[in-house]
T-cell receptor
């Protein structure tokens, strides 16, 4: 059974700090990795995707991938209270199937 | 474009009742998916479809059925509802099987079975 593991949190950071969210996965052959943000009572919304080892930056968000360690992370710089949400890590198991982690709840304190 | 739409938003069922959750997308996506999300959990794949007339089981298909007669629509049928089916149901779609392609989600249906 292929798995995606995340710490459920909550991860609490002060406003303006860097939030670091982590995810590990079991399938060494995985090629595609996604971070979704989910506000309470809402649907998941894609915020980042990453396919190659290293860092990928988009505004205040940076995704980091290390395939050798089977580890993907999301950094949120200058965290804002509006970033408070659950962040879901998803790994593409096959050409069309995503395996989701259970999510990390982030709280940004004003 | 409306994207992925789902109806109803909320529904309460009695044990043993049946219902159909509707999902439609207007992005001409070939692939469509049904997930369920239990409180504090990630999303579990129920069924998916790679095109009109083609469907297959996901991780948790028991108690559900699907059909896909058109590219746009992918309804999910619950027969003989059970309390274990209390969950939030999300429909999603994607354009292709490319490894860079991702899935776009509808707003969800919150279902309670009493």
């Amino acid at each position: 059974q292929k798995e995606v593991e995340q710490n459920s949190g909550p991860l609490s950071v002060p406003e303006g700090a860097i939030a670091s969210l982590n995810c590990t996965y079991s399938d060494r052959g995985s090629q595609s990795f996604f971070w979704y943000r989910q506000y309470s009572g809402k649907s998941p919304e894609l915020i980042m995707s990453i396919y190659s080892n290293g860092d990928k930056e988009d505004g205040r968000f940076t995704a980091q991938l290390n395939k050798a360690s089977q580890y993907v992370s999301l950094l949120i710089r200058d965290s804002q209270p509006s970033d408070s949400a659950t962040y879901l890590c998803a790994v593409k198991e096959s050409s069309y199937k995503l395996i989701f982690g259970s999510g990390t709840r982030l709280l940004v304190r004003p | 474009n409306a994207g992925v739409t789902q109806t109803p938003k909320f529904r309460i069922l009695k044990i043993g009742q049946s219902m159909t959750l509707q999902c439609a997308q207007d992005m001409n996506h070939n692939y469509m998916y049904w997930y369920r999300q239990d409180p504090g959990m990630g999303l579990k794949l129920i069924y998916y479809s790679v095109g009109a007339g083609i469907t297959d089981k996901g991780e948790v298909p028991n108690g559900y059925n699907v059909s896909r007669s058109t590219t746009e629509d992918f309804p999910l049928r619950l027969e003989l509802a059970a309390p274990s089916q209390t969950s939030v149901y999300f429909c999603a779609s994607s354009y292709s099987e490319a490894y860079t392609d991702t899935q776009y989600f509808g707003p969800g249906t919150r279902l309670t079975v009493l």
